[in-house]
């Protein structure tokens, strides 16, 4: 059986669960590959006592991976961007192929690399890099090519989600959810790679590149976090038939491509409204298929390493394909790719939940709805609230508008945030139909 | 651009749905496959002036096509399993890959194609002959190449899925839904196909080898439908926390593997338990990944114009492969196929259902729970229902079992049967939690 021999960079969680699962299940890896994939090289800058690594040669220096004639492909799983990058771009110019997990390498630094990879002839495959071990990546670029895809959406980060479930299902705070996903090992210590979407947000570009033919534009990705979502903004979604959850949009539109990242009131009988806790999904609309969804875990040390080995497995089949043969890194040919531009915020389109609050006298929906009248916006849905107190002089006044121009709906919302009755500022929180 | 030349056997929904999409998405298409994909000739037997064919040849007889030296690629959307076989089977001895959408073909013949196909070192694509536009064999195929594959559940027959969800959610009678899914279109005339399970098995058995390695065995594939399920039963396996689907399972075994198409109670929190009228999704549990669900439209001229053309596109992308560096067929390399045995159904293990109706009187539930005892079958839940009229002499008792080897529970229950206080026969519907 024809050996295939792979270097290995990083034995933290995933490459530690991607020695497990290769060795656990080597026998049906090699039935389905045809070919028996060898780890013969592992670049480990610190010694790890806890995982056995046979009689594999160990480097401390892992650009020794890279320079070793021996190796077919090397597997980038170190994480960060800059060794990370130099370590890919050298083991490129050796002529080897690349395997990662390392969204924020793809993300920032894909073009690059890609354009090293096409210029070698050699594949860079990262299936981990987007939602650990859904093939979400495959599906996009070969179960999908008929399809002019016109949106995505994706619960892409499972620590926030994780958040957002607790906090629905048990009512709790945001910062209490955070203190218990932290102690569990959902969260980082500085949470701010998931809760303020920077995660999701390197993932989202992928997808949105893969689906829409555009070059990788992380800088270009509108970012907003789950830090200000209230249970009480959780309690008025539900009455609306809607639940938050904090999505990576991507959308093709004829004035360019929309990228970002934000907490989102869905349907909540959609069944990507439905996915809980840990668990990412993401939904793919194409021109002919329709809405197609994807679920499964988005982290964690054996599904990456699914992921990571289904990649081995596909650049092991492709090692003696000529290059305009294979599958090409960004879905679409390198010289195909598409120069739409991606849109501003500003001038991107969704449906808003305003929530103010506002005084408790005649007359204030009427000024309120008049503004909204004029600006040429219909609002869909409205909760009005009576006082809970006696005392209170104030009450809560929710509304969804239609989908809007967001530069529209800031000019609307700064007039009524200067209205006297009503208190500044309106919370506002996107929405999307994800109407098939 | 390499141009690569197809013959398309079969002009109905498939086939023109495939047409228009190449057509409509002809830029995206050769972007993404950096190939010129180009219909040359249409195999048709009747005349169909519905389409525009253009300048593509046509010929009435589909074996012209199938000699036609100028084409790579047959496209078979005739359906059946007489013409359609022997059809395939010409166009490989002519060396042409194939493409096909038909799901009976290759779960009653894919064995002998295979060989065939192997033999002539020809490509056997067959996305769109599973769950229509979701790229599911792609996904289990080469997505969780990774993998042990322990079981996978789907939703797999739109029709039926769309009978139960309107059962359940207007109350409606299973013969009142069908008339009106046969009237929309959903349903053929004679509906067995559908509400029996036998599309669904044929779907099943070719899952069941992707996943598992096994040759296609439709013959030993157990099949129940969903005529005798009531809005009865649908009410009490809510009130137990479960939504009744009609669900194709594949399980491997210490012992080997179940096949078995049933309607099945799952538990209403389970994401695919949420997948609702016609749509079609399917989980799949990996060793290494947990569970992963796929979702689309399971039929339909675009969503399996969409299979087909992705099978298109990969069979173009390996045309100047060599074979052992393609994806396997059946997943598995042709040699390394199991002989793992498929189980009859009384050597398979569910939980179940049982609704009986019971004389309303003391000491009843007291007896039957010792007849579960003495077999070592324990009861996870319990609905005992008061009579609903005062003059009833005879009430339901509802059970849930743990999980049991049917022989076993086949032997309890006709004990239970022959009790002078139930009235036989008793109701049985299989139970599968679908934990990850």
Same mark, same amino acid.
Request: with cysteine.
């Given at each position: 059986m024809n050996p295939v021999k792979v270097g290995l960079c990083g034995l933290g969680t995933v490459g530690a669960g991607t020695l497990k699962v290769l060795a656990r299940n080597a026998a049906e890896i090699s039935a389905r590959s045809g070919c028996d994939i060898q780890i013969t090289h592992i670049g480990q800058r610190r010694e790890n006592?806890?995982?056995?690594?046979?009689?594999i040669t160990i480097s401390r220096d892992i650009f020794d991976v890279a320079a070793?004639?021996?190796?077919?492909i090397l597997v980038e799983l170190i994480g960060g961007t800059t060794v990370a990058k130099e370590l890919v771009l050298t083991a490129i110019a050796n002529g080897k192929h690349i395997v990662t997990a390392n969204k924020a390498l793809i993300a920032e630094h894909g073009n690059e690399i890609f354009a090293a990879a096409n210029a070698k002839g050699v594949n860079v495959a990262f299936e981990?890099?987007?939602?650990? $071990? @859904?093939p979400i990546i495959k599906a996009i670029r070969?179960?999908?090519?008929?399809?002019?895809?016109e949106w995505l959406a994706g619960i892409i980060n499972g620590t926030g989600n994780f958040i957002l479930t607790e906090m629905r299902d048990k009512g709790r705070d945001f910062a209490d959810v955070l203190a218990q996903a932290q102690a569990l090992g959902y969260a980082e210590a500085d949470p701010t790679f998931d809760v303020e979407g920077i995660d999701a947000a390197h993932k989202l570009v992928i997808l949105a590149s893969l689906a829409? $033919? @555009?070059?990788?534009?992380?800088?270009?990705a509108f970012t907003e976090g789950i830090s200000k979502i209230t249970t009480e903004d959780m309690g008025y979604a539900e009455e609306l038939g809607y639940r938050i959850k904090h999505l990576g949009v991507a959308r093709k539109t004829e004035q360019g491509v929309e990228m970002r990242v934000h907490p989102t009131l869905i349907p909540k009988k959609r069944l990507i409204a439905n996915v809980n806790g840990v668990m990412n999904a993401v939904l793919v609309k194409g021109d002919a298929v329709g809405p197609t969804l994807y679920y499964g875990a988005g982290a964690g040390s054996e599904p990456t390493a699914s992921s990571v080995i289904a990649d081995i497995v596909d650049v092991a089949r492709t090692l003696?394909?000529?290059?305009?043969h294979k599958v090409p890194y960004l879905s679409y040919q390198q010289g195909e790719l598409s120069n739409a531009p991606v849109l501003p915020i500003e001038e991107t389109v969704s449906a808003h939940y305003l929530r103010m609050t506002v005084d408790d006298k005649p007359g204030v929906m009427n000024e309120i709805s008049k503004i909204f009248a004029a600006a040429g916006i219909s609002i869909e849905a409205i909760i009005q609230k009576e006082q809970e107190e006696e005392d209170e002089t104030t009450v809560p006044l929710i509304l969804v508008t239609n989908r809007v121009i967001e530069k529209q709906l800031n000019r609307v919302v700064a007039e009524i945030e200067s209205l006297d009755f009503v208190y500044a500022p309106v919370t506002r929180i996107r929405v999307e139909s994800l109407a098939g």
């Amino acid at each position: 059986m024809n050996p295939v021999k792979v270097g290995l960079c990083g034995l933290g969680t995933v490459g530690a669960g991607t020695l497990k699962v290769l060795a656990r299940n080597a026998a049906e890896i090699s039935a389905r590959s045809g070919c028996d994939i060898q780890i013969t090289h592992i670049g480990q800058r610190r010694e790890n006592p806890d995982i056995d690594t046979g009689t594999i040669t160990i480097s401390r220096d892992i650009f020794d991976v890279a320079a070793d004639p021996e190796i077919d492909i090397l597997v980038e799983l170190i994480g960060g961007t800059t060794v990370a990058k130099e370590l890919v771009l050298t083991a490129i110019a050796n002529g080897k192929h690349i395997v990662t997990a390392n969204k924020a390498l793809i993300a920032e630094h894909g073009n690059e690399i890609f354009a090293a990879a096409n210029a070698k002839g050699v594949n860079v495959a990262f299936e981990a890099a987007v939602a650990g $071990g @859904i093939p979400i990546i495959k599906a996009i670029r070969e179960g999908l090519s008929a399809n002019k895809i016109e949106w995505l959406a994706g619960i892409i980060n499972g620590t926030g989600n994780f958040i957002l479930t607790e906090m629905r299902d048990k009512g709790r705070d945001f910062a209490d959810v955070l203190a218990q996903a932290q102690a569990l090992g959902y969260a980082e210590a500085d949470p701010t790679f998931d809760v303020e979407g920077i995660d999701a947000a390197h993932k989202l570009v992928i997808l949105a590149s893969l689906a829409f $033919g @555009i070059p990788l534009q992380f800088d270009k990705a509108f970012t907003e976090g789950i830090s200000k979502i209230t249970t009480e903004d959780m309690g008025y979604a539900e009455e609306l038939g809607y639940r938050i959850k904090h999505l990576g949009v991507a959308r093709k539109t004829e004035q360019g491509v929309e990228m970002r990242v934000h907490p989102t009131l869905i349907p909540k009988k959609r069944l990507i409204a439905n996915v809980n806790g840990v668990m990412n999904a993401v939904l793919v609309k194409g021109d002919a298929v329709g809405p197609t969804l994807y679920y499964g875990a988005g982290a964690g040390s054996e599904p990456t390493a699914s992921s990571v080995i289904a990649d081995i497995v596909d650049v092991a089949r492709t090692l003696t394909a000529d290059p305009e043969h294979k599958v090409p890194y960004l879905s679409y040919q390198q010289g195909e790719l598409s120069n739409a531009p991606v849109l501003p915020i500003e001038e991107t389109v969704s449906a808003h939940y305003l929530r103010m609050t506002v005084d408790d006298k005649p007359g204030v929906m009427n000024e309120i709805s008049k503004i909204f009248a004029a600006a040429g916006i219909s609002i869909e849905a409205i909760i009005q609230k009576e006082q809970e107190e006696e005392d209170e002089t104030t009450v809560p006044l929710i509304l969804v508008t239609n989908r809007v121009i967001e530069k529209q709906l800031n000019r609307v919302v700064a007039e009524i945030e200067s209205l006297d009755f009503v208190y500044a500022p309106v919370t506002r929180i996107r929405v999307e139909s994800l109407a098939g």
